[in-house]
């Protein structure tokens, strides 16, 4: 060896070193510069060590640019980078690279395949992994163990549990790895019988179980909604001498939250304090979680507060359990408490507060609590806008409602089905269905939801043609109604009195769908005849239901015959009602409206004295108007508003303009025993004038106006509202209990029947 080759290969001997010592990026790129300097960089061999540097520092254009300088790449050329990219779940790029391995004719070997593999179960592409399969069997790469074991996996992960089955059983020695998968999969599946099975036959193929394979079953039957099942797994796991761990009773105790098995509950709850869990976060958030689902408030509460250090994990899970068990101010309490405790609460956190309200009835305060969520720079997420915009529908306040729809598009949070679904629903409630409309039609994806949307939202505007137009089109898209759409298809039958064609949906929910009736259809069904004034024929469905009629329906019955001033049938709905709702104020007023209509006084004071003695008063009504980004409410008989006088002094102007262009106050509605004078007064205080006149004294003229009731608008605020429509040249929108109502020129979308 001369003195040159010497020195050739000291250098080259250094590079090596230099290479292997390499702990960081700026080391490689030390070393690259040093390659390059010394005329190595076309050795084959170190520019592979050099690619491999690269990938594992994830600096993958270098890694490539190096790749693409090779003349003649080799296997190992590829496989640091393949084995990278797969590892940073960058499996698009993984098989890119596999690809062009097998495009150069470069045989892989038995750690390369497993890293495409992987790629098309990340990417859930089977039909790619059946290629790699084939090309495996063709190579004989396939029967090597870890290929198989990979394979496995990634059928399950694609949902192809028939293909891993078939891999598995020619595995001709099955590791616990590639056994827990198979049960796994079968658990998530929902395959009790398969998972069982193949769980059991572990013992034969030599298998032995460890806690790993026992919490896939448990976690899988939970995540299949197979809630029995993982709880029975649990209670076998330890039967069988096997020690629970933190992620075991994690994953049972969702189960038993489910079923709403409160013995089961406390049993595991004794069990992790007998293991000395109380400490783990993750086990003290599902026992507060399991303990709200099973209404045991106190024993929630109990488990939060006995916590050494509570994460956030566990204040999420106490918030939604106070709020599902109907205690929202209680969970406020604690959301205001605990904000004050930690630097920064997750978008979770501030979600689920925010769904908290909207659900009970607090649409301002969630309004507030987004506010204070920005104000704390948590960026909401899809979940958060599904939930404020129900909040923004209930009370009409189309201005919020637009702003969150613009913070949406901002945001690119638009393709989410779920937050076109709640935009759809907003506009609806806000009296703008044409927009629900074009949201609906401009959505890149529907799911059922979507469309049960876009059919209540016309059924709620009394629109039924297009109500129907939607329910069929659903249909025709393959999409399956479930009873959340027959609700909707029903009603809007019933807002428009389409008695036959209601009828006929309410028989194919059985007959054509193979679903059973729901009591909410049979309640659309009592309203739908009784509105046409068939109340016979609607106590006869009552009478003939499989099911037990709940409040829903006799509710139905009795508000039609307050309609039609059905005394006799109205009784029998009454005292029905008395018995499932003593507490409802609404049924004895229902009742007592009814003796009214029929000048039946001293049944309206015998009511009205069952009222006191079992301390109930009246439900007052109640009008919301959203005036300059600003929610009004007014109450019936209000004098608290600070521009009541103005608005009274506007009533009464006009009243009398109605007087003279000949249109009379309908005194029928006033359900009391007391003068004609005295009854155009008591008219004047219902609160949808109030909020309608409210409008006109703060907006410009012929700008439109959004009224919520609370109540069933009567026929002489509808008389009113129909004249002011004309006499002020505005389109105003009142959304009452049952229906929205449009009133432009002198004319109401319902046609006067509602």
Not at 302 to 325: C, I, K
Not at 507 to 517: K, M, N, Q, T, Y
Not at 630 to 641: E, R, S
Request: net charge neutral; with cysteine.
């Amino acid at each position: 060896m001369n003195a040159r080759e010497a020195q050739t290969l000291h250098v080259f001997d250094t590079i090596l070193t230099l290479i292997a010592k390499s702990t960081s990026l700026s080391q490689t790129q030390q070393i690259h510069s040093h390659i390059i300097k010394t005329g190595h960089s076309n050795d084959t061999h170190i520019t592979n060590k050099l690619i491999s540097l690269y990938a594992n520092s994830h600096h993958y254009i270098n890694a490539e640019s190096l790749l693409n300088s090779l003349p003649n790449p080799n296997i190992f050329s590829f496989k640091s980078l393949i084995h990278a990219s797969s590892k940073s779940n960058l499996f698009n790029y993984t098989l890119v690279l596999f690809s062009r391995l097998v495009s150069a004719c470069i045989l892989p070997d038995v750690h390369v395949l497993p890293s495409a593999i992987k790629a098309c179960a990340g990417l859930s592409e089977w039909g790619i992994g059946r290629q790699v399969h084939g090309y495996g069997l063709t190579t004989g790469l396939g029967l090597d163990s870890f290929v198989e074991a990979s394979l496995v996996h990634m059928y399950v992960k694609c949902d192809r549990l028939g293909c891993a089955r078939k891999v598995f059983d020619k595995m001709r020695e099955p590791d616990v790895v590639s056994w827990s998968a198979m049960v796994g999969g079968y658990a998530k599946k929902g395959d009790v019988g398969n998972a069982i099975r193949v769980f059991d036959e572990g013992g034969e193929l030599g298998i032995e179980r460890n806690i790993v394979s026992w919490n896939g079953m448990i976690a899988g039957f939970n995540q299949s909604r197979c809630y029995l099942e993982a709880v029975l797994m649990f209670q076998r796991m330890n039967y069988e001498g096997f020690r629970s761990d933190g992620t075991s009773i994690s994953s049972v105790l969702p189960a038993i939250s489910d079923l709403e098995d409160i013995k089961m509950g406390v049993q595991v709850h004794g069990h992790v304090i007998k293991m000395g869990f109380e400490c783990d976060n993750c086990i003290v958030s599902a026992l507060i979680d399991m303990y709200g689902k099973c209404r045991c408030t106190l024993e929630m509460s109990r488990v939060f507060e006995g916590a050494e250090e509570t994460d956030l994990g566990g204040f999420n899970a106490l918030v939604a359990g106070l709020s599902r068990n109907g205690l929202v101010d209680e969970a406020f309490k604690v959301f205001k408490k605990f904000k004050c405790k930690v630097k920064e609460l997750n978008v979770v956190s501030w979600t689920s507060m925010i769904s908290s309200c909207s659900q009970h009835g607090k649409d301002l305060e969630a309004l507030q609590i987004f506010r204070e969520m920005l104000l704390a720079r948590v960026r909401p997420n899809s979940i958060t806008i599904s939930c404020l915009l129900p909040a923004c529908g209930n009370m009409a306040a189309l201005v919020h409602g637009k702003a969150t729809h613009c913070f949406s598009l901002r945001n690119c949070l638009l393709d989410d089905v779920y937050v076109g679904s709640a935009l759809i629903d907003m506009y609806a409630n806000c009296g703008k269905i044409q927009v629900a409309r074009i949201i609906f039609d401009r959505m890149p994806v529907r799911n059922l939801v979507c469309w049960n949307a876009m059919t209540s939202g016309y059924a709620m505007h009394g629109k039924a043609k297009e109500a129907i137009e939607i329910f069929d089109l659903m249909q025709r898209r393959g999409q399956k109604p479930d009873f959340i759409s027959f609700t909707s298809v029903l009603s809007a039958c019933s807002q428009a009195g389409l008695t036959e064609q209601g009828q006929h949906y309410f028989d194919s929910i059985s007959r054509v769908h193979g679903l059973e009736a729901r009591v909410e259809h049979y309640a659309c069904m009592v309203t739908l005849l009784g509105r046409a004034g068939k109340l016979e024929e609607a106590y006869n469905m009552i009478s003939t239901m499989p099911i037990e009629p709940d409040a829903c329906v006799w509710g139905a019955l009795l508000s039609s015959c307050r309609i039609h001033r059905n005394m006799s049938l109205g009784e029998i709905a009454a005292n029905k009602l008395f018995e499932l709702e003593p507490k409802n104020p609404g049924n004895y007023i229902l009742l007592s409206n009814i003796y009214a209509s029929n000048n039946r006084w001293n049944e309206v004071d015998k009511v009205r004295d069952m009222m006191k003695h079992v301390g109930l008063g009246k439900n007052p009504g109640c009008s919301w108007i959203e005036i300059k980004n600003k929610v009004h409410m007014l109450l019936a008989g209000d004098d608290l508003h600070p521009q009541m006088p103005q608005i009274m002094e506007k009533l009464q102007k006009f009243s009398m303009d109605m007087k003279n262009s000949g249109v009379s106050h309908d005194t029928e509605f006033v359900l009391q025993d007391v003068e004609e004078q005295d009854k155009e007064l008591i008219l004047c205080g219902h609160s949808e004038k109030l909020a309608v006149v409210l409008g006109i004294l703060n907006t410009n003229p012929g700008t439109p106006l959004r009224v919520i009731k609370n109540l069933r608008i009567c026929g002489d605020c509808h008389v009113f509202i129909k004249f002011i429509s004309s006499f002020e040249g505005r389109q105003i929108y009142v959304r009452d209990a049952n229906r929205y109502h449009h009133f432009n020129e002198g004319v109401c979308s319902c046609g006067d029947y509602w």
